[in-house]
């Protein structure tokens, strides 16, 4: 049995999310990518707000070859992104924002109000990393 690894995304959408470590001054967040058309998680990655930490999101969706980026109004997206290749607003963006939301729900660290939280962010990046395998790839963890 041939299986064949599909890397093709025409249109992705992109958007980060906010939780923090120890406390909500040190802020973290979850950067990633789905692709438009299934709504699965292409790349992520996690840090701060800079735009250095979204051009590591970035490089990681190169081998996708994504001719258009759907994004909020951050400038980092207007910064690093074609002009042509880009589009902002919340009409392309329903399926990430919606993903957000089951994320939150899922993870009570990814939560606006809780007090629910990692003391480490090796820690904070594993349980949301493990999360994202589990859900998007079925990939288990077994010890």
Same mark, same amino acid.
């Given at each position: 049995?041939?299986?064949?690894?599909?890397?093709?995304?025409?249109?992705?959408?992109?958007?980060?999310?906010?939780?923090?470590?120890?406390?909500?001054?040190?802020?973290?967040?979850?950067?990633?990518?789905?692709?438009?058309?299934?709504?699965?998680?292409? +790349?992520?990655?996690?840090?701060?707000? &800079?735009?250095?930490?979204?051009?590591?999101?970035? +490089?990681?969706?190169?081998?996708?070859?994504?001719?258009?980026?759907? &994004?909020?109004?951050?400038?980092?997206?207007?910064?690093?992104?074609? +002009?042509?290749?880009?589009?902002?607003?919340?009409?392309? &963006?329903?399926?990430?924002?919606?993903?957000?939301?089951?994320?939150? &729900?899922? /993870?009570?660290?990814?939560?606006?109000?809780?007090?629910?939280?990692?003391?480490?962010?090796?820690?904070?990046?594993?349980? /949301?990393?493990?999360?994202?395998?589990?859900?998007?790839?079925?990939?288990? /963890?077994?010890?």
């Amino acid at each position: 049995m041939e299986v064949r690894l599909e890397l093709a995304c025409e249109a992705a959408e992109m958007d980060e999310q906010w939780s923090f470590v120890g406390n909500k001054s040190n802020q973290r967040r979850l950067w990633y990518a789905v692709d438009h058309a299934t709504n699965i998680v292409r +790349a992520y990655v996690f840090g701060k707000r &800079t735009d250095e930490v979204f051009k590591e999101l970035k +490089a990681l969706l190169e081998p996708f070859g994504i001719s258009r980026y759907y &994004t909020d109004d951050w400038g980092a997206y207007e910064r690093h992104l074609e +002009a042509d290749k880009h589009q902002v607003g919340k009409r392309n &963006t329903q399926k990430i924002e919606r993903k957000n939301l089951n994320f939150r &729900t899922w /993870i009570k660290r990814l939560t606006r109000k809780t007090i629910c939280f990692s003391k480490v962010e090796t820690l904070h990046d594993t349980v /949301i990393g493990l999360l994202i395998n589990k859900v998007e790839f079925g990939l288990d /963890i077994h010890a």
